[in-house]
């Protein structure tokens, strides 16, 4: 089975400043994994994602992740963060190859700008 | 091209009613996949369908919970006698492929 934990259910940062959501995996085969933002009664948007190749992802709106193995981690980055990233984020992993269909989510981070 | 379609935004429905929840994929996609969010939690894997099949029901409820995506026209999660704990907002996806899923806006329903 795959799960999913995100560290810290809300994250504020202070605009211009590094943004850092944390997410670790488990899973029993190589993981496809993924980063969602959802705005307030919006559906889910993708940020970026990772499937084989390089571990360093780059994805939308500046943000990019990096799959480390040997932690188990995919933590979302931001340089500089600005007052329109605030939303709600998501991590996903998916089973590769044949395995279950559907994307487990973690619980979600909520993150906070302050001006 | 036109996104993910869900319809209604918003459903209100009385305890022992029936709900019933449309999603139009996108253009070219073959894959739907239903999801349900609960306040405060991350969205749940319900049912995996393609063009009138079936293929992952593994997180649907056994009883009430049915979802079909017929040859023609939209997918539709249907909901029978509904209770409060059926409240949440419910997304449908799409995809081309397996690897990555494009979401709707969702549906909103609210048992009374």
């Known amino acids: 089975a795959q799960s999913v934990t995100q560290l810290g259910s809300h994250v504020s940062v202070s605009e211009g400043a590094l943004v850092l959501l944390r997410c670790n995996y488990s899973s029993s085969v190589p993981p496809y994994l993924f980063w969602y933002v959802q705005y307030p009664n919006q559906g889910l948007q993708l940020l970026l994602k990772y499937t084989t190749g390089a571990t360093l992802v780059k994805g939308i709106n500046g943000f990019e992740a990096e799959f480390k193995k040997s932690e188990t981690s995919f933590h979302l980055t931001k340089p500089s963060a600005h007052m329109s990233d605030a939303a709600e984020y998501f991590c996903?992993?998916?089973?590769?190859?044949?395995?279950?269909?559907?994307?487990?989510f973690g619980k979600g981070t909520h993150l906070i700008i302050q001006p | 091209n036109a996104g993910v379609m869900q319809n209604p935004r918003h459903l209100v429905r009385r305890r022992g009613q029936e709900a019933r929840l449309r999603c139009s994929p996108m253009?070219?996609?073959?894959?739907v996949y239903w999801y349900r969010q609960l306040p405060e939690e991350g969205l749940k894997f319900m049912v995996y369908?393609?063009?009138?099949?079936?293929?992952?029901e593994s997180g649907m409820p056994k009883e009430r919970f049915s979802a079909e995506f017929p040859k023609e026209g939209p997918s539709i999660l249907r909901i029978q006698q509904v209770v409060r704990g059926d409240s949440a907002a419910y997304f449908c996806?799409?995809?081309?492929?397996?690897?990555?899923?494009?979401f709707g806006q969702g549906t909103r329903l609210t048992v009374v």
């Open positions: 996806a799409s995809s081309p492929i397996r690897d990555e899923a494009f």
């Open positions: 369908l393609q063009k009138e099949n079936i293929i992952d």
């Open positions: 996903a992993v998916r089973e590769s190859g044949g395995g279950a269909d559907g994307l487990t």
């Open positions: 253009k070219g996609h073959s894959h």
